[in-house]
């Protein structure tokens, strides 16, 4: 499959951007709409997609801060028949190189902490850390996303760290020492199979993070294998 990632060019493509949004996260779940996207492009912001042949199958997007040299990362989707093709990735350094490209140097994003594949993505392959945690973020969420609290920590992504840098040329991370915190490896199975179990392990997660964070703690690695974070 002949894959490219570039920057969304047409209002077409936000609007497709716009039914990828819906596919991903349902359609109860509003999606960012393509005027909205349009603007935040034309001034600053980054909307980027992952195209096969003429398809959308991936889709990110980004906008400046009220920090300079600071982007916020808002929105990252791939289909699920593109699933395993390491697209949420790519579409990560491709916005790590725009971002240099533009002396933009750090960017966040909240996700949530106890979904194992978001942890492996931002943690363990592209080597953010974090260190500020919301409570019920969002409030009651609908979608993919119903059934927990929204609890959602900040990923600060330094692109310009030799850690990041390395692992952008490939080099596989190696996981530092520190405490492990563990997390279910499948949250959403558990969640259909025995909500009262899933709610706990968010409540015991919210709790260790909270505390840890509050010594001046932060999360410095995921360890795929045990579904561990590690914090130092």
Sequence with gaps: MNIVIREVETVDELKRAE?????????????????????????GGLVAGAFAEEKMIGFLFGFPSATRGVQHSHRLAVL?????????????????????????TLVRWTYDPIRAINAGLNIANLGATSSVYHVDYYGPMVGINAGLPSDRIVADWRLDDPLVAARAQGEPPALPPGQRLHIPRDIEQLLSTD?????????????????????????????????????G
């Design 195 to 231: 909500p009262q179990a899933a709610l706990s392990a968010r409540l015991e997660l919210r709790e260790a993070l909270l505390q840890a964070f509050n010594d001046g703690q932060r999360i410095i690695g995921f360890d795929r294998k045990e579904a561990a974070y590690l914090i």
């Design 80 to 104: 699920s028949e593109a699933r395993g093709l390491k697209l949420g990735e790519q579409l990560k350094w491709f916005q790590r190189d725009w971002c240099l490209a533009r002396d933009i």
């Design 19 to 43: 039914s990828l949004q819906r596919l991903v996260w349902g359609e109860d779940d509003p999606p960012d709409n393509s005027d909205l996207m349009l603007a935040i492009q034309h001034e």
